[in-house]
């Protein structure tokens, strides 16, 4: 006997599952198969069994058994060759499993036969390909049912275009006349190549719906942010005006009501001094008329002397005669008070609707520059209103100072805000027309001037909330740095802001004049900060790249409205 070390699996393969025989049966014949294969496929013939190879017909009921001398000969051969099944891989769920595999374990197919129409594992399709090597191999199929013909059996592998439906070779040997008939790899190219194009004008098109979506997200949501900031604004105009309207009220009541209680005080005094005076001439009266009553000479002469006097000449009790018009001038004068609050009407204008920027400079204050808290190489002329920069001085190291800025060219104005609301614009012209220039407005506290170092940031934390001017674009200055520039109508030389804080929330918000636009606000109600007095600070020059020349910032000169202040 030849030792097993020199036999090969393809001599103990099994003809029908091409793979290692299992519990090998003999029949007659003389071709020997796997038990299980060998029975399979007797009962998928519903006929007299037959051999698979040679087609040798069998009587019916033959008793077949295991040629046990075999079995144990593949199993030494197995033994001996570990990988024959080291290389099995079970199909896992939703895998498409070997066809020929037997048992409970299939193992995961690799290539799926179109002539065969069966799926083989790894160990399977190698003796495939040694006997069908010209059969199409393609990646494992699953549900291959559904790619025979029902009509003829056989696999659908051409494709009608007039009819769009998928033919068999027997099926494309009838078809009528005039029908385009192609393979159906051609129709599958074809159809890729078409959906290719339409995949690449839907991602067109979705693209350009997606960038409608956000463009209408965008605009919805500065819609959203406008109508929130016009009913804060209104909710504020509404809550000052009838804060004003109430401290008038409680004001004129009080007067009123002194008033009153002076004309009553008045009235008592008077009224004490009547009543005195009719007693008296009441008395006089009595004795009068008891004296002329007598008829006796001597005794009238006789009490001449002791009759009460009677009042001088021209004499009267003094009087003060009441009016019910007694509150008239303090409620012209409350009224006259009222007249100059802040006008409803001012949130709307004729043909552009709501205003914000109109409403709140109803709260116009006067500001101006104080020189004495100025960094050295501020200079100021008209009033103070103009600032400038001597580039002389800038470049010098001053020591820190708490009552000037000594770090970074800045000026406080004059006056500072705790709970008043306060309006002012500011205007800069940038000599270099270039708008290379870096300038600054908004409001500090005093005590930056000590926290903020050369180089620093005009930051919140530093004590400052203000609209840094830089590359041409307006930019708020926070921690972290904002990545977005504020638009605003402006040419490269000159920009006019408006800044107004409104003193009961703690918000400092911009404006863009020419546009009576909203620009952006600071939150500075921190409790640190509640009852900090705050200063608009202006800075005409940050230290600008270049010789560029020199900036001019103007403090707008506006009068300041006599409504009442916080």
Not at 97 to 118: F, H, I, N, P, W
Not at 276 to 292: P, Q, S, W
Not at 341 to 347: D, I, Q, R, V
Not at 386 to 414: G, H, N, W
Request: aromatic content about 8%.
């Amino acid at each position: 006997m030849a030792s097993c070390s020199v036999l090969t699996e393809d001599q103990f393969s099994c003809a029908i599952c091409f793979g290692v025989l299992t519990d090998p049966a003999t029949i007659p014949c003389g071709h020997t198969f796997c038990m299980a294969c060998l029975q399979g496929y007797w009962a998928s013939i519903e006929r007299p069994p037959v051999c698979a190879l040679c087609k040798r017909g069998f009587t019916s009921g033959l008793d077949i058994q295991v040629n046990i001398t075999l079995r144990d000969l593949v199993e030494t051969f197995k033994g001996m060759n570990g990988g024959v099944a080291a290389h099995r891989l079970p199909a896992a769920p939703g895998e498409v499993s070997c066809d020929v595999c037997l048992g409970e374990r299939q193992d995961k197919a690799v290539k799926t036969c179109l002539v065969c129409l069966s799926s083989y594992c790894q160990n399977h399709i190698r003796a495939h390909n040694a006997r069908f090597s010209r059969h199409q191999l393609v990646s494992p199929l699953a549900n291959l049912g559904e790619r025979i013909c029902p009509t003829h059996e056989r696999l659908l592998e051409r494709y009608c275009r007039t009819d769009r439906t998928m033919l068999c070779v027997a099926c494309d040997a009838h078809q009528e006349p005039g029908h385009e008939v192609v393979t159906m790899q051609r129709e599958f190219l074809s159809q890729k190549a078409q959906l290719t194009k339409d995949q690449v004008l839907v991602q067109e098109r979705l693209k350009a719906a997606q960038k409608k979506a956000e463009t209408l997200s965008s605009s919805a949501q500065r819609c959203k942010d406008e109508a929130e900031r016009q009913i804060q604004s209104w909710t504020m105009f509404c809550k000052d005006r009838f804060y004003h309207e109430r401290q008038i009220w409680e004001h004129y009541n009080a007067e009123a009501r002194k008033t009153l209680s002076e004309m009553e005080s008045t009235a008592s005094r008077e009224s004490r001094a009547l009543a005195e005076g009719i007693a008296t001439l009441k008395g006089r009266a009595a004795e009068l008329e008891r004296v002329i009553d007598s008829s006796d000479s001597f005794e009238l002469l006789k009490s001449l002397p002791s009759l009460p006097p009677g009042p001088p000449s021209g004499d009267r009790v003094p009087c003060t005669v009441f009016t019910t018009n007694l509150l008239a001038d303090v409620w012209m004068a409350s009224l006259e008070e009222m007249a100059i609050l802040p006008k409803m009407h001012t949130f709307w204008l004729t043909n552009s609707g709501f205003s914000e920027l109109a409403a709140v400079k109803e709260f116009t204050v006067e500001v101006t520059p104080d020189p004495s808290t100025a960094h050295p190489s501020l200079l100021f002329r008209r009033g103070c209103r103009e600032i400038r920069v001597d580039r002389t001085k800038m470049d010098y190291t001053y020591p820190k100072s708490a009552q000037r800025f000594t770090q970074v060219p800045c000026v406080l104005s004059t006056k500072g805000f705790t709970s008043q609301s306060a309006y002012w614009e500011v205007e800069l012209s940038d000599r270099a027309r270039n708008g290379s220039s870096v300038w600054c407005v908004g409001l500090a506290v005093q005590s930056s001037m000590i926290t903020i170092s050369r180089w620093h940031s005009l930051t919140p934390d530093k004590g400052f909330w203000v609209l840094e001017h830089r590359d041409g674009k307006l930019w708020p200055v926070t921690t972290p740095p904002t990545t977005t520039a504020l638009s605003i109508k402006s040419s490269t030389c000159k920009v006019h802001l408006g800044v107004f804080f409104d003193g009961r929330q703690r918000r400092l918000s911009f404006y863009d004049v020419p546009l009576g636009r909203h620009l952006y606000t600071y939150d500075i109600s921190a409790p640190m900060l509640i009852n900090q007095v705050v200063y608009p600070v202006f800075s005409p020059d940050l230290f600008s790249p270049g010789l560029n020349q020199i900036n001019i910032m103007n403090v707008t000169a506006l009068t300041a409205k006599k409504h009442r202040c916080h």
